[in-house]
């Protein structure tokens, strides 16, 4: 048996900016790092950690963390659409030992997904129906988060649940790092009225306000990325937080992870934006790595990167756990 970890960021803009960051090439060098050893690790099972962008979650019924038994990922901006390979029995199994760790969790039979994990399952393992993955959404962007602390418990749970499995297993964690998209992803109380229904009821608003909302992110995206090329956007506004990132994936990388159990995501979001809530996923995911018997994640990268509107960080476990 042997479990490996990677936690990476993610962005729309990571895919389409409109001129090519000078951080660019030392982003993509260490996803391919990250990659060619995905390559050779030939996981059996992927477990990824992810948040949504209000595509697949809606606040009709917005659980904080969710296991998939099936999903199906869109064609957004910087996403890849297509369904992934989830193996239902041991997706199943995972939510009973879940359960069993005093961690009730909501269940998804279609789950529906976006960049938050199509993007880094992509790039790091070369297509997202390459291996059997259980995607477990963690809320980040909508609100109703859990809070770190049930995010380390769950990593935990998670971990001990694959460590049993005799299986080689491949942990992910994507989000953040110090970001803030809510501009395009505002909570429900600050929407503008017309898109109201749409972040409630999702698809059941109707074509027109789906198709209304996708276009206004796109746009907004967009915008974005032209505002920030013309020097009109800066990293004050989009609370970019480089110490803030290098003290985060400090705290991730000691194993000292209990450490976590005093934040909360309201004192995350203060620091780091809104975006930051999505280091939940890196604090599940290194629990899960911990309670596997990996040894402390290290830091590949570790920049902030206007271009891409995020705090860009990709940290692994050195070694596969044995046993």
């Not at 049930?150 to 992910?172: D, H, P, Q, W």
């Not at 994640?297 to 206007?306: A, K, M, N, S, T």
Request: proline share 7%; aromatic share 6%; hydrophobic share 45%.
């Amino acid at each position: 048996m042997s479990v490996h970890m990677i936690c990476a960021s993610h962005s729309p803009l990571m895919e389409a900016f409109q001129v090519e960051p000078p951080e660019h090439q030392s982003v993509v060098a260490a996803f391919e790092a990250r990659a060619r050893f995905v390559e050779a690790f030939q996981p059996e099972l992927v477990i990824e950690f992810g948040s949504d962008h209000l595509t697949g979650f809606h606040y009709h019924v917005l659980p904080p963390i969710c296991v998939g038994l099936s999903a199906r990922a869109v064609a957004d901006i910087g996403g890849y659409p297509g369904d992934l390979r989830v193996p239902m029995e041991e997706a199943r199994a995972l939510v009973t030992h879940l359960g069993a760790s005093d961690l009730d969790v909501a269940i998804a039979h279609e789950m529906v997904i976006d960049h938050g994990f199509s993007q880094a399952l992509h790039r790091l393992t070369g297509a997202i129906d390459r291996y059997p993955v259980i995607p477990i959404f963690l809320s980040a962007i909508a609100g109703h988060r859990p809070s770190p602390r049930r995010a380390r418990l769950l990593g935990k749970a998670v971990g001990e649940f694959a460590r049993g499995l005799g299986k080689r297993v491949l942990i992910l964690g994507t989000g953040g790092l110090a970001h803030d998209p809510s501009l395009a992803f505002p909570d429900l109380e600050n929407a503008p009225e017309e898109h109201r229904g749409y972040l409630v009821h999702g698809a059941a608003a109707g074509k027109q306000a789906t198709d209304l909302w996708l276009d206004r992110v796109n746009s907004l995206t967009l915008m974005a990325s032209q505002m920030i090329a013309s020097g009109a956007l800066g990293p004050e506004q989009i609370k970019l937080n480089a110490s803030w990132d290098q003290d985060f994936l400090a705290r991730i990388c000691s194993g000292r992870l209990d450490e976590f159990d005093d934040w909360t995501t309201d004192r995350m979001i203060a620091d780091a934006g809104s975006g930051a809530a999505e280091c939940l996923q890196w604090i599940a995911a290194a629990a899960a790595a911990q309670a596997a018997g990996c040894e402390p994640p290290v830091i590949d990268l570790c920049v902030p990167v206007l271009t891409y509107i995020i705090g860009v960080g990709v940290i692994h476990t050195p070694l596969p756990a044995i046993s």
